[in-house]
């Protein structure tokens, strides 16, 4: 079943996928109708139906229809594009993902993501904060609302109780706990909506507290 943020600028909608739970997320421009959809995980009748369902929101208010300006792969694993090549086709849409990432994702990616790249499209736009150690070239994607508490989508690199897997890898960990730290937490407030890759998501202030905790642990 799909959710909704509708928010001043834009809506956010989302839509639970295969028996994995993965989270695709559409953001849809209340001006112009422009649209980004993030990790066409699978089942690509839900996201067709997501899709309508997001230009229906820019119909009721806007001129014209709803584009899908661009399609972001928060990451290579294979359970976050199952449906991209499908969404390609029904969109015409340019690709884009991590850097490291690019040579692991079968469909062709058009547009190469850096740490602290910015996006723009037509009512919005997004920041590409790289966070490494779920992949080498994971990237979460900050959308700042000028109404109200920022909304980040996050992959599989932040949950609510701790980072992404790292397969016990120490090295991994460290990468994706420093980063998170550094990138996330040090960087956004406490009122920032995180939308993870996978279920439920949080708030940084409710999982700030348990920094140290994560730490300890070792994931």
Not at 12 to 30: F, G, P
Not at 171 to 182: E, H, K, N, Q
Request: charged share 25%; hydrophobic share 40%; net charge negative.
């Amino acid at each position: 079943m799909g959710r909704m943020i509708d928010l001043t600028d834009v809506t956010i909608r989302s839509v639970s996928v295969s028996a994995m739970d993965n989270n695709v997320y559409l953001l849809t421009s209340k001006t112009s109708g422009d649209q980004v959809l993030i990790d066409a995980a699978d089942d690509f009748s839900a996201i067709r139906k997501l899709l309508d369902e997001g230009a229906a929101d820019y119909a009721q208010g806007g001129t014209g229809q709803a584009q899908v300006k661009l399609i972001v792969t928060t990451h290579s694993h294979w359970d976050h594009v199952r449906a991209l090549t499908e969404a390609v086709e029904a969109t015409g849409a340019p690709t884009a993902a991590g850097t490291e990432d690019i040579d692991a994702i079968a469909v062709p990616t058009d547009i190469a993501l850096e740490h602290g790249d910015i996006r723009w499209f037509d009512g919005f736009e997004l920041e590409a904060i790289k966070l490494r150690g779920h992949t080498p070239g994971s990237v979460a994607l900050l959308y700042r609302d000028p109404h109200g508490p920022a909304h980040l989508f996050t992959g599989d690199s932040l949950f609510p109780g701790g980072v992404g897997n790292t397969d016990k890898d120490p090295a991994r960990f460290a990468s994706l706990y420093r980063d998170v730290v550094d990138r996330v937490f040090a960087y956004l407030p406490d009122d920032t909506v995180v939308h993870p890759g996978h279920g439920k998501g949080t708030t940084l202030g409710a999982e700030r507290p348990h920094l140290q905790e994560w730490k300890e642990r070792g994931w």
